[in-house]
């Protein structure tokens, strides 16, 4: 038999028919006549009114029938005491710190066995703060289908009065991580933008909520590719951890920002990510993290052991072909040159690496190697969109003209790399 939620028995009977029945039978077991409770404050018509449901009494009101029926103002308003209400309340924040815990088994058994009493207060509050936590356990576990539909469930009642914006953002949010889970990446970043949306114009506090939904909707940037996006969601996410000081936020958005970093070829920055990331979570004992990243940073560690290797190789080619040794130069070039072959996130080094072989093939006569070799640097150097760098190929390749006996086309090229440097500094 499928559970009634409070939202579907609230349909039919109203919070303030409810209260009416309340106050009705405490006032028949006091022996009181409807003259009686009303007393000089109210009258007869007013209180018939409130045991009828035709009107919702303040929560003066309340309090004063209450005192005069010799109940807590909490159980005559929703059936519940306020003891029981912090037992229930208790309950609920037992499971919250379960599933924060990563104890996600015993944060769904707390919640099924608080269910009823949930229910039982009649506070909308506390069903959606049971519903979401539940949710959010029992996606950790794999299960995404029945977490979302316990998610639609929080979102409706969300939608009511008492609820914030920010209340609202974070159920989104929830629903969001479900289907970043389930692949479906577009859904996910429409969910993780309303909620952004929600969040940024609550005009409430929430650093930690805006930090996290950015740091996902940088996840599913990242596994869509457009990692642009990924890094300008993970940049933001950063500087609001930041500022929160909070160490698990920090984590994992350091991760992230490792992650983004990688893909996008920025391999000492995405190190420096991860380490960071890896020190947040060896201060909170989170082993599996620390592993994963240990991981990743062997990746990262391999990959610039390579690029510093041939980084120091490129540098003893220069020194050769600055002292002469043209052949030492050419035969050191061409290794640096093999170490970063497939890698243009290394573009930085190789064009320079290129026009010091060009050079040391020209110092050798071996003209049209040298042209076809600097003609490629400054291929890179426009692939890499540094005037510097293509203005130091257009004057080898003058060097190269000059060394021909084409005096115009050296001159032309000397006044290229001239005027672009020009602009450089101007």
């Given at each position: ?113 608080s269910r009823t ?53 974070q159920v989104l ?118 592993g994963r990243l ?133």
């Amino acid at each position: 038999m499928p559970r009634v939620s409070l939202s579907d028995r609230t349909r039919t009977t109203s919070p303030g028919s409810r209260l009416g029945e309340r106050v009705r039978q405490l006032r028949v077991a006091a022996g009181l006549t409807q003259t009686d409770l009303a007393g000089e404050r109210f009258s007869k018509e007013y209180v018939s009114q409130i045991e009828r449901g035709k009107t919702r009494p303040t929560r003066e009101t309340i309090e004063w029938l209450a005192a005069k029926l010799g109940v807590d103002a909490g159980f005559l308003e929703r059936g519940v005491s306020a003891d029981e209400r912090s037992r229930v309340e208790a309950m609920l924040a037992r499971a919250e710190a379960l599933a924060n815990a990563h104890r996600y088994d015993e944060a769904v058994e707390e919640l099924e066995n608080s269910r009823t009493a949930v229910l039982a207060t009649g506070a909308i509050e506390l069903e959606a703060r049971a519903l979401s936590t539940e949710a959010w356990a029992r996606m950790e576990r794999g299960e995404l289908k029945p977490a979302l539909q316990l998610l639609e469930r929080c979102r409706t009642i969300n939608e009511g009065p008492g609820f914030s914006d920010v209340d609202r953002a974070q159920v989104l949010f929830r629903m969001a991580v479900c289907r970043y889970h389930l692949s479906s990446i577009a859904s996910a970043v429409a969910l993780f933008s309303e909620s952004l949306k929600l969040a940024e114009g609550s005009g409430l506090p929430c650093d930690l909520l805006r930090s996290e939904i950015l740091g996902w909707r940088s996840r599913c940037y990242r596994r869509s590719r457009d990692l642009e996006a990924a890094r300008e969601d993970v940049e933001r996410a950063l500087e609001l951890a930041q500022s929160l000081d909070d160490h698990r936020t920090m984590a994992n958005v350091y991760f992230q920002a490792s992650l983004v970093s990688e893909r996008m070829g920025h391999w000492v920055l995405a190190r420096s990510y991860a380490e960071r990331a890896k020190a947040y979570y060896e201060q909170l004992n989170d082993e599996r993290n620390v592993g994963r990243l240990l991981n990743n940073l062997g990746g990262l560690n391999f990959q610039l052991g390579e690029a510093e290797a041939a980084n120091v190789v490129s540098s003893l080619a220069h020194v050769h072909l600055m002292t002469g040794q043209v052949d030492s130069a050419e035969e050191e070039a061409r290794h640096a040159l093999d170490l970063l072959e497939g890698r243009e996130d290394f573009l930085l080094d190789i064009a320079p690496t290129q026009l010091v072989l060009g050079r040391s093939l020209m110092e050798q006569g071996r003209l049209d190697e040298a042209q076809e070799m600097l003609r490629t640097a400054e291929a890179s150097a426009e692939q890499l969109e540094s005037i510097s760098h293509r203005a130091a190929a257009w004057m080898a390749q003058g060097d190269l003209a000059a060394r021909r006996g084409e005096d115009a086309t050296a001159a032309r090229l000397y006044r290229k790399a001239a005027e672009a440097l020009q602009d450089v500094r101007f």
